[in-house]
């Protein structure tokens, strides 16, 4: 057990304030106050002294990216294509695809939720794409 002035930890504290705590408590303040020190240091190393969110919009603007009314029209046309071409598959395609692409699932978490092998989900997703391709290319 070792004694800690809380003054030392907490700001709104007025006065010195001791207490006794356990030896790991101290380490961990130890440490804290380690890495908030290696980031004071690492800011001042990369003079990174001020944040690029200076209130005028600008992050919002990179943020949050305004597009035309031709941008949106032509993304717009192009899910719909897009829509279009994964609905000309055949369900279990179109189905791993979305799950994939969409869903963002592994091939192999497809596999185990479908109970078959991985490979014939690879070879299931690459002929869907390959037919999206195809029908891409004709439809434009």
Do not use: C
């Not at 071409?85 to 699932?105: C, G, N, T, V, W």
């Amino acid at each position: 057990m070792k004694k800690i002035n809380l003054r030392d930890y907490y700001p709104f504290y007025q006065s010195d304030f001791f207490i006794e705590v356990a030896d790991e408590i101290v380490e961990l303040f130890k440490q804290i106050s380690r890495r908030e020190h290696a980031d004071f240091e690492r800011r001042r190393v990369h003079k990174a002294y001020y944040s690029l969110d200076a209130w005028d919009g600008i992050e919002k603007d990179i943020v949050l990216l305004v597009l035309s009314p031709e941008e949106i029209y032509e993304r717009k046309m192009s899910n719909q294509e897009l829509y279009a071409a994964i609905s000309s598959l055949p369900e279990k395609q179109a189905k791993r695809i979305y799950a994939h692409f969409f869903l963002d699932m592994s091939k192999a978490e497809i596999a185990r939720t479908e109970g078959v092998s991985k490979s014939a989900v690879t070879h299931s997703i690459e002929q869907g794409l390959k037919s999206i391709e195809k029908f891409l290319k004709i439809n434009s």
